[in-house]
């Protein structure tokens, strides 16, 4: 006769309770204290009713379900074991809180007994995590009572809804919205017995929250007005920037760059008199974290500051200078005058010029005149001289961005490290209405390549087209190496790793203190020079690679087929 198992029973109703509520993904890392749950999962699986996903590493899978959270908007479930292992999701829990992201972690752990004994793998787990939490929960030991699975499936509900900040009704709440969740399972022994059979479950169509009435400040024209659209903005910013005539400073991962009103080069325009210093108001969307113009703007005197945030705890609010914090705004009806059209129009016609790459003009008249007949041999030839000499040209950050901007379509999903890439990018591609995603809550290197997994297969479930780029640093890439291991049973999805290598952190050169230091001891600690082999690398983990110096390489990995996890390697100057 098999052995009951409170852990299994409690395990079952939970996770059943959460595929009800919406979750569709599962990631467990092996564990014995965990196991209940994990075999519980692996059931919900084989029955066609959640997506499970096993790493063994947790980091990395904490940071997997970010991705995936980030692509579908609903959390995923990440299970470990005790010890050491609930406290390598702290880096992942950690983005999630700042950045309003869903994420629930479901961690084994001894019974209260056995903790303060030196029991085994056993540390104080409640309150790991500190106050990075939208909710968190120490769950005894279940003992076999029948109302214990009644309450696993009610907590299961109450921690959904604190993960996608919904109240009961299931409604939005705007404070402090969606983030990450805790709760500390305690299991004794025995740690799981053969399942019977499982609940019935019935996942909605939707897991959304409902949108919340929020309140509306009307902004009058008048005052010469920037829109600025940072991290998590979305399309919200660009149609506020549109329908009011101003100007939108839109960052690269903001969900905004793109639409008439867009000014790719702000940060050079900010430093202008005519422009920057010339701004009377700041209307600030999302949370910008790529360049120091912003910030110093909020920070002037003699600019009103608006911050507008649809949910959060956390005000973007540079040296406390904000004035004004919204959760919705909009404009009045209003004819622009001339001097307002003038303004937008200066900021945009501004921002093409210094954008101009010389790409146009006479230098690049292929002496081909109307009707396709050559009218000058010697312009065609010096055309095509250039032309070949481009193909063979190597590649720089500047075109590397421009180019993987350009092979990326609304179908495909492109993700940002935080290195130097980001930054450049940020600068120079054009407005292109495309899902752009990047940890920018704490904007770590953390987790980079999981966070890439974790979008590609979200947003290629079921029939889901088009490929996933992740643009990264060497130094990123190789502190997330481990979330390259895919084990067996494991999706593959189309992933093209595309591996910017300078041999270190070129991004830590701009700091001011490296005209100072020596030049050893800063190469040492703050560059930290590799030299790592990243074919080999791609061998030992059975990721394809490739590797391109010159922008016909570049642009023949672009526009190859991509059918699986890729790595591409494009060597970089310092």
């Not at 309140?215 to 010469?224: D, E, N, Q, S």
Request: proline content about 7%; aromatic content about 6%; charged content about 20%.
């Amino acid at each position: 006769m098999a052995t009951a198992s409170p852990a299994t029973d409690v395990s079952v109703a939970i996770l059943g309770a959460f595929i009800d509520a919406g979750v569709t993904d599962i990631i467990v890392c092996p564990g014995s204290r965990s196991q209940a749950l994990a075999l519980a999962a692996a059931a919900y699986e084989a029955r066609g009713s959640v997506r499970l996903h096993v790493r063994l590493d947790e980091r990395g899978a904490g940071f997997l379900a970010l991705g995936l959270a980030v692509e579908s908007g609903r959390p995923a479930l990440v299970i470990t074991t005790s010890g050491t292992a609930v406290a390598n999701l702290h880096p992942a829990v950690l983005e999630a809180y700042h950045s309003g992201v869903p994420l629930i972690a479901l961690t084994a752990d001894r019974p209260a007994e056995l903790r303060g004994i030196r029991a085994n793998q056993t540390t104080i787990q409640p309150g790991i995590f500190a106050r990075a939490l939208r909710l968190e929960r120490d769950v005894a030991a279940p003992s076999g009572e029948p109302s214990e699975t009644d309450a696993a499936g009610e907590l299961a509900r109450e921690a959904y809804r604190a993960a996608v900040g919904a109240d009961e009704s299931g409604v939005a709440v705007a404070d402090p919205g969606a983030g990450p969740v805790h709760l500390n399972l305690q299991f004794r022994e025995p740690l799981s017995a053969p399942l019977d059979e499982l609940p019935a479950v019935t996942p909605p169509a939707s897991s959304a929250p409902l949108p919340a009435d929020l309140p509306v400040a009307t902004l009058a024209h008048g005052p010469r007005t920037v829109v600025i659209a940072g991290a998590g903005a979305g399309p919200a910013a660009e149609e506020f920037a549109r329908i009011a005539g101003w100007p939108l400073l839109a960052e690269v991962t903001s969900g905004a760059h793109f639409g008439p009103n867009l000014v790719v080069a702000y940060r050079a325009l900010l430093a202008e008199d005519d422009f920057g210093a010339r701004i009377q108001r700041a209307i600030v969307f999302g949370h910008p974290t790529l360049s120091r113009e912003v910030p110093a703007l909020v920070q002037r005197d003699d600019v009103e500051t608006i911050v507008v945030a649809p949910s959060g705890f956390e005000w973007y609010d540079p040296g406390h200078a904000v004035d004004r914090f919204e959760r919705a705004v909009e404009t009045s009806p209003h004819e622009p005058s001339r001097d307002e059209r003038a303004w937008l129009g200066r900021w945009v016609h501004a921002s093409r010029a210094l954008l101009d790459d010389e790409l146009t003009g006479a230098e690049r008249r292929s002496g081909v005149v109307d009707g396709g007949h050559v009218g000058d041999f010697a312009k065609q030839r010096d055309y095509v001289r250039a032309e070949f000499a481009a193909v063979r040209a190597p590649v720089t950050r500047r075109l590397l961005a421009e180019r993987v901007w350009a092979t990326t379509w609304p179908h495909d999903r492109l993700v940002f490290g935080a290195s130097r890439l980001i930054r450049d990018a940020d600068r120079v591609v054009p407005g292109k209405r495309i899902t752009v995603h990047a940890n920018r809550g704490l904007a770590g290197i953390d987790g980079t390549i999981a966070t890439a997994l974790g979008i590609a297969l979200a947003s290629q479930a079921g029939d889901g087209a088009g490929v996933t780029r992740a643009v990264i640093g060497d130094l990123t890439f190789l502190h997330d190496v481990g979330s390259l291991l895919l084990g067996a049973g494991e999706r593959r999805p189309r992933l093209q790793l595309i591996v910017g290598n300078d041999g270190g952190g070129t991004i830590f050169d701009s700091l001011e203190v490296h005209q100072t230091a020596p030049a050893d001891h800063f190469d040492r600690v703050q560059f930290t020079p590799q030299a790592v082999d990243l074919a080999g690398l791609a061998a030992a983990y059975g990721w394809a690679f490739s590797r391109a110096t010159t922008k016909g390489e570049l642009d023949q990995a672009l526009t190859a087929h991509i059918d699986g996890p890729t790595i591409l390697e494009v060597p970089l100057p310092r």
